[in-house]
């Protein structure tokens, strides 16, 4: 069995005990990759002869002092910078970009003394829900080749489910962690908005984007937001807020806690196979002490168009600097300036980024702004109250991450409902900022199936506490895909 399916506790006792070395756990990861990513496609490029020479190099430090992600394997998805490796947003434009520094999350999990084993394939600059758009490759989802992994962070979900990586990193604008988790069946945890720096993240809407972990267990995913959260004085968004040990919150006891059901995240729209799972889910919270009510996020039916509005208008607004003169694609042959701003954008971009870029100018357009950016912010504004109000009484909220399962490549949902309902799950959590966390919950037709839990500003800790209780009381985390040699 590779060392891949093994949780960071056992693989540093393995580590510990002399049984492995980090050169051997790392040499692990590169044949999972070898062996699989043909079908998978989750990595866009490798950093095998700097990683190899990194375990080395670990395997001579001293033991004492090491961390619980000391010598394991991460793979980065490939917006967050990382120095002299190549980072191109899955997009034409930066194809030959290589960044001269590393984000400020790549700092950290070296510093943890993870070994990076290279990027992770992603919607062309994080806009879409399938991996289908980047420019460069489709990724597939492990448990179902013929199926898509989620978006965007599709390689960085699959990367883990597949046994190559026991952990990544992801980005989730409007549920791009926790969509693609419940559809690769992994753990995917969305952060308070500021918990984690952005500084080195390429934006897409600076004002919804956050790193999140993406890990097989619950305990992995905390030991990594440990790792890379704090406070960042080179992002003028990161929060000051003090950083608790996630890891502690593991109590498995959750007597006493008030779970909160909206119930329009039961509603139309929500595949029934998927209802039927989070009920049992929430009986599972009930047997172990948790109490159950319904309520009712009246503004979260506007959470699409608010969304839309907000992410393209920001958009527009990052995606100005990439424009064929300072770095990035730029066109050949270009007579003129003007010339060289239109070819290049118009042939470096992916239809679904233009169509994006358009949206949002035309949204902060003058003859357009108060009517659809300033109404969105005051709409954003009354979403993120509804959350406060359930809050004043509930400790977490709780629901499907997605309204169905994994769907065929090439197929995407046409049912209006099923993509409203869809917004409605994911968009709003990163609207309000708050954090939301995806467990495996059950699985349909042999595709997993995510519950997603929501918490207050900066209550990791809680969300932390009932999917680790949820995950001891199932075991949905410990299947994995039959795919290929080596898994089980």
């Given at each position: 069995m590779?060392?891949?399916?093994k ?6 006792a393995?580590l510990?005990?002399g049984?492995?070395s980090?050169k051997?756990?790392?040499?692990d ?11 998978v496609k ?7 002869e ?6 080395a190099?670990?395997?001579n430090?001293?033991?004492?002092g090491r961390?619980?992600l ?7 998805k490939?917006n967050?910078v990382t120095k002299?490796?190549?980072t191109t947003?899955a997009?034409?434009m ?9 984000a400020?999350?790549v ?10 084993v290279g ?10 829900s399938t991996t289908?758009?980047?420019a460069?490759q ?5 448990w179902n ?8 962070s599709?390689?960085?979900?699959a990367?883990?489910?597949a ?7 992801g980005?989730?604008?409007?549920g ?5 988790a ?9 952060p308070t908005?500021?918990?984690v720096?952005?500084n080195?993240?390429v934006a897409?809407?600076s004002?919804?984007d956050q ?11 905390a030991l990594l937001?440990?790792a890379i ?16 040990d ?6 498995g006891?959750?007597?006493?806690l ?6 329009e995240?039961?509603?139309?729209g929500?595949?029934e196979d998927?209802?039927?799972?989070v009920?049992a889910?929430l ?16 503004h ?11 992410a393209t208008?920001e958009a527009?607004?990052?995606?100005a600097?990439f ?7 730029r066109?050949e042959?270009?007579k ?7 070819r290049s954008r118009a042939?470096g ?10 949206y ?6 003058a ?10 912010m ?5 979403i993120?109250q ?5 809050f ?7 629901g ?16 209006q ?6 917004d ?22 042999g595709l997993?199936i995510?519950?997603q ?9 809680t969300?932390y506490?009932?999917a ?5 009381a199932?075991d949905f985390h ?8 080596g898994t089980?």
């Open positions: 590779t060392l891949m399916k949780t960071a506790a056992e693989l540093q393995l510990h005990n049984e492995v980090v051997e756990v790392t040499e990861s590169f044949k999972q990759i070898a062996a699989l990513d043909g079908q989750a990595f866009l490029a490798l950093t095998e700097e990683a190899l020479a990194k375990a190099a670990l395997d430090s001293p033991k004492e961390g619980p000391f010598g394991l394997p991460i793979g980065i490939d967050i002299g490796t190549a947003c997009s034409k930066l194809e030959n970009f290589v960044p001269v520094y590393d400020t999350v700092e950290k999990v070296n510093e943890a003394g993870m070994v990076s990027k992770l394939n992603m919607d062309e600059f994080a806009m879409g289908e758009r980047s460069f489709t990724t597939h989802n492990p080749l013929d199926c898509v992994p989620g978006g965007s599709g390689g960085s979900a990367a883990v489910a046994g190559e990586v026991p952990f990544s990193l980005t989730d604008t409007g791009s962690v926790r969509q693609p419940a559809f690769c069946g992994v753990v995917g945890m969305k908005y500021g918990r720096s952005r080195g993240l897409f809407a004002s919804l790193i999140g972990p993406i890990t097989r267990t619950v305990e992995d995913n937001l440990n959260s704090g406070v960042d004085h080179r992002d003028s968004s990161s929060s000051q807020q003090q950083v608790p996630f890891k502690a919150a593991l109590t006891d959750i007597k006493g008030r779970v909160a059901v909206p119930k995240y039961l509603g139309e929500i595949a998927v209802k039927d799972k009920r889910s009986k599972v919270l009930e047997s172990l002490g948790a109490t159950i009510g319904e309520v009712t996020l009246p979260s039916k506007y959470a699409s168009p608010t969304y839309y509005a907000i208008a527009s607004s990052n995606l600097r424009d064929g003169i300072r770095y990035g694609y066109a042959g270009a003129n300036l003007d010339e060289i701003y239109l042939e971009f992916g239809t679904e980024v233009k169509k994006r870029i358009l949002g100018t035309y949204a902060l357009s003859d357009h702004h108060e009517d659809l950016y300033v109404k969105a005051k709409v954003r504004t009354l993120s509804d959350f406060a109000s359930v004043e009484n509930y400790d977490v909220i709780v499907p991450t997605s309204a169905t399962t994994a769907y065929e490549i090439g197929g995407a949902v046409k049912d409902l099923t993509l409203y309902a869809n409605i799950l994911t968009v709003s959590v990163n609207l309000a900022g708050i954090p939301a966390i995806s467990i495996p919950c059950g699985f349909s037709d997993p995510g519950l839990i929501i918490g207050k500003h900066f209550d990791e800790e969300l506490r009932v680790h209780a949820f995950e001891q199932t410990k299947r994995t895909p039959s795919l290929g040699e089980n």
